[in-house]
């Protein structure tokens, strides 16, 4: 039998491994927005269309055609439509804003999970969680004021993916135990592309240019487009073996490496750095998640609570 410290050293080194990888999607999406031209709507159609593929082959391989039928089709293709408007909203935001700055903000979700759970669920939020969700904001606005200044409306994009990834968790929670995650991601895969299609067809209606359909300039555009889904699926993929390996508590911290990896690509690829005003709101941010999950932990101790955040961890990867 395999000692749990190893195990627990196995599932942290892979959850490192799939926040290194994650952020390079986003960063792919930024740099086919911005050299290439594409718009972020046709990159979003790509993830999707290439991660709903690689799952079904995926699905397919291990369990078979019998396991394609959900027990919840019109839940997980709900889902789905968060992820395909949250999914724009931010590809549209890294076209306009540095990637660590778009980054930052949209980890302000655990702190709107917390607030939307003690709205929707009625769940009992003390108030050592509400002042960190307050002090969390603070943070938030802090990275947004200066990026309001230059990039005006576009600025608040990442929050709405935040809120609604914090709504997408709280389904996770209704629907999770009716199907297996690979179904439930390959169903949310769907109901994404559905959603972008739709986006783009408004788009072209409307002459949103951001929202219509580009053609890659050449082969490497095409096999960019390609690895957006590819990593989006491994990312999935990595964040679930780590869970299975570690508790959640222990992996929760990890998320955060992708702040750090976003700031690194965004010097590298972007010479993009942010400023200190803007690395005061990512402290901030990052301690405030970080005390909740700690209390969440403490609360995991206890009996059965109406909602446990930590769930998230084990979900986060699908809007991924």
Same mark, same amino acid.
């Given at each position: 039998?395999?000692?749990?410290?190893?195990?627990?050293?196995?599932?942290?080194?892979?959850?490192?491994?799939?926040?290194?990888?994650?952020?390079?999607?986003?960063?792919?999406?930024?740099?086919?927005?911005?050299?290439?031209?594409?718009?972020?709507?046709?990159?979003?159609?790509?993830?999707?269309?290439?991660?709903?593929?690689?799952?079904?082959?995926?699905?397919?391989?291990?369990?078979?055609?019998?396991?394609?039928?959900?027990?919840?089709?019109?839940?997980?293709?709900?889902?789905?439509?968060?992820?395909?408007?949250?999914?724009?909203?931010?590809?549209?935001?890294?076209?306009?804003?540095?990637?660590?700055?778009?980054?930052?903000?949209?980890?302000?979700?655990?702190?709107?999970?917390?607030?939307?759970?003690?709205?929707?669920?009625?769940?009992?939020?003390?108030?050592?969680?509400?002042?960190?969700?307050? *002090? %969390?904001?603070?943070? @938030?606005?802090? #990275?947004?004021?200066?990026?309001?200044? +230059? =990039? &005006?409306?576009?600025?608040?994009?990442?929050?709405?993916?935040?809120?609604?990834?914090?709504?997408?968790?709280?389904?996770?929670?209704?629907?999770?135990?009716?199907?297996?995650?690979?179904?439930?991601?390959?169903?949310?895969? *769907? %109901?994404?592309?559905? @959603?972008?299609? #739709?986006?783009?067809?408004?788009?072209? +209606? =409307? &002459?949103?240019?951001?929202?219509?359909?580009?053609?890659?300039?050449?082969?490497?555009?095409?096999?960019?487009?390609?690895?957006?889904?590819?990593?989006?699926?491994?990312?999935?993929?990595?964040?679930?073996?780590?869970?299975?390996?570690?508790?959640?508590?222990?992996?929760?911290?990890?998320?955060?490496?992708?702040?750090?990896?976003?700031?690194?690509?965004?010097?590298?690829?972007?010479?993009?750095?942010?400023?200190?005003?803007?690395?005061?709101?990512?402290?901030?941010?990052?301690?405030?998640?970080?005390?909740?999950?700690?209390?969440?932990?403490?609360?995991?101790?206890?009996?059965?609570?109406?909602?446990?955040?930590?769930?998230?961890?084990?979900?986060?990867?699908?809007?991924?």
């Amino acid at each position: 039998m395999e000692n749990t410290t190893s195990q627990q050293l196995r599932g942290v080194s892979t959850m490192a491994a799939a926040m290194f990888f994650l952020p390079m999607m986003d960063a792919i999406a930024k740099w086919l927005s911005t050299a290439d031209s594409l718009p972020p709507a046709t990159v979003t159609l790509s993830r999707f269309v290439v991660q709903t593929i690689l799952t079904l082959l995926i699905v397919l391989a291990l369990t078979g055609v019998k396991s394609l039928k959900p027990a919840k089709l019109w839940g997980n293709l709900f889902r789905g439509f968060l992820m395909g408007i949250g999914s724009l909203c931010f590809f549209a935001a890294v076209k306009y804003m540095p990637l660590a700055d778009a980054m930052a903000v949209f980890f302000v979700e655990p702190l709107m999970l917390t607030l939307l759970s003690a709205l929707v669920l009625k769940e009992q939020v003390g108030w050592r969680r509400r002042s960190a969700v307050a *002090v %969390g904001f603070v943070g @938030t606005l802090i #990275v947004i004021q200066p990026s309001w200044e +230059l =990039f &005006g409306w576009v600025s608040l994009l990442p929050l709405g993916t935040a809120t609604l990834f914090a709504i997408y968790l709280i389904l996770n929670r209704r629907y999770g135990d009716a199907d297996t995650p690979l179904v439930m991601q390959l169903y949310a895969g *769907v %109901g994404g592309t559905i @959603t972008v299609v #739709v986006a783009l067809f408004l788009g072209q +209606l =409307f &002459g949103v240019s951001d929202m219509t359909l580009g053609v890659p300039s050449g082969g490497p555009s095409w096999l960019l487009l390609f690895a957006i889904g590819a990593i989006a699926t491994g990312g999935h993929l990595l964040v679930v073996q780590a869970s299975r390996l570690a508790p959640a508590s222990l992996l929760a911290p990890f998320q955060y490496l992708e702040i750090v990896m976003a700031v690194i690509i965004g010097l590298v690829v972007f010479n993009e750095f942010p400023t200190a005003s803007k690395w005061l709101g990512i402290a901030i941010i990052i301690g405030s998640g970080a005390y909740v999950v700690w209390r969440e932990g403490k609360k995991r101790r206890a009996p059965e609570p109406a909602f446990n955040q930590q769930e998230a961890v084990e979900q986060y990867s699908d809007w991924q």
